[in-house]
């Protein structure tokens, strides 16, 4: 994709980072409600502030749109209250989609919706066999696919999606509950670079990614509970918790743009920034 023409922004850091074009996919919050829980964030008797989460969802919309990225939308459905976490959708990769089969009958009608969109886009979209939960669960770092697995998404996907893109799959293990999705415990800055909050991984996974990642940020746990890692990197600006304090310092101190968003009525339902967005990768590679 073309590099952005992105006027300099002044940086702490000693490098300037490059920003590339995204296409993303978001799903307006018209039926976004907390009605049943399905990770430790979600308590029914919690009234959610509708007016509250359309603004913070329309901001982080705006957000994406000012930074030069392309956004479509999918069509909200009712009844599917967590349909606003578009990551889920699916995962995408040079004009392919591997569709999602949710763990969670609640949601699983908000996969062929996603499926229908990608291919009416013109995306190759593949139905899975086992349990995903699309970018949620798997995402790229430069030539590897970061794959979560202990909560959500089957180990088994993550062999389908080595086989339908033909690039290697990393396995990773989340263990604490609060961090159910590998994006709400590590974020992908650029091809080399993540943050994570490492203890939400088994020991051996927390090795696997300090082999890969060597210059890693390593967020607190009062940063990661805040969603700081529910992050959204075009390689140059980061759409991070505005909360994340810490983070946002680390950030701009590795010579990233940390873009504040408050998704505060969001995370009711245990999501982000990042969850509601898909990035969507039409092109094909060569
Ligand atoms: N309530 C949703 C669920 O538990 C939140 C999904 C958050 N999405 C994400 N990509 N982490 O499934």
């Known amino acids: 994709m073309a590099e952005m023409a992105i006027p300099d922004?002044?940086?702490?850091?000693?490098?300037?980072?490059?920003?590339?074009?995204r296409r993303y996919l978001m799903c307006p919050p018209d039926h976004f409600a907390v009605t049943y829980?399905?990770?430790?964030?979600?308590?029914?008797?919690?009234?959610?502030d509708a007016a509250l989460a359309r603004a913070q969802w329309e901001h982080l919309r705006r957000t994406y749109v000012d930074l030069g990225h392309t956004v479509e939308l999918v069509d909200p459905l009712p009844g599917l209250p967590d349909m606003v976490y578009a990551a889920n959708g699916a995962f995408t990769l040079g004009g392919r989609a591997l569709a999602v089969r949710f763990r969670h009958p609640e949601r699983a009608p908000e996969a062929p919706a996603y499926a229908a969109w990608l291919a009416?886009?013109?995306?190759?979209?593949?139905?899975?066999?086992?349990?995903?939960?699309?970018e949620g669960d798997f995402l790229l770092a430069g030539d590897w696919l970061l794959a979560g697995m202990?909560?959500?998404?089957?180990?088994?996907?993550?062999?389908?999606?080595?086989?339908?893109?033909?690039?290697?799959?990393?396995?990773?293990?989340?263990?604490?509950?609060r961090f159910y999705h590998l994006d709400t415990a590590l974020a992908v800055l650029d091809?080399?670079?993540?943050a994570w909050w490492p203890p939400a991984f088994s020991p051996g996974s927390q090795a696997v990614v300090r082999r890969l990642f060597p210059d890693a940020i390593e967020a607190t746990e009062a940063d990661a509970v805040a969603f700081g890692l529910n992050a959204v990197s075009d390689g140059r600006h980061v759409v991070v918790a505005a909360a994340a304090h810490g983070l946002r310092a680390q950030l701009a101190d590795r010579g990233f743009v940390p873009v504040p968003v408050d998704m505060s009525e969001l995370l009711k339902g245990g999501g982000g920034a990042k969850c509601c967005t898909l990035e969507v990768r039409s092109e094909e590679v060569a």
């Open 191 to 194: 091809d080399r670079t993540v």
């Open 120 to 134: 009416a886009a013109g995306l190759q979209v593949t139905e899975p066999v086992a349990v995903n939960e699309g």
């Open 37 to 48: 829980e399905i990770n430790p964030w979600m308590d029914v008797s919690r009234p959610v």
């Open 150 to 177: 202990g909560f959500r998404s089957d180990p088994a996907a993550h062999a389908e999606a080595q086989e339908l893109f033909g690039i290697p799959v990393v396995s990773l293990q989340l263990v604490d509950p």
């Open 9 to 21: 922004t002044p940086v702490n850091g000693p490098l300037t980072r490059r920003a590339r074009r």
